[in-house]
């Protein structure tokens, strides 16, 4: 199996190519299929989001002065 010769880092896209080398057509869509229902996962699979570890709209430095924020 491609994937186990490749120590378990082909994703879809690169079967696909392996499997086009050998004159097999197969669509990524259904390699996918294939794979989740096998349970298989490449290594370098990236998590599609990725929450900001601090909310980007409060303040990181405290008002020490007490200046008051005059926005006209």
């Known amino acids: 199996m491609i994937f186990q010769e490749n120590r378990k880092v082909y994703g879809t896209r690169r079967i696909k190519d392996a499997l ?7 669509s990524r869509r259904r ?25 980007p709209n409060e303040e990181s430095v405290r008002n020490v002065l007490n200046r008051e924020k005059n926005f006209k």
């Open 31 to 55: 390699l996918g299929r294939f794979m989740k229902k096998l349970g298989i996962v490449s290594k370098y699979t990236q998590a599609s989001y990725k929450p900001m570890s601090t909310q």
């Open 20 to 26: 086009e080398k050998t004159d097999q057509t197969v």
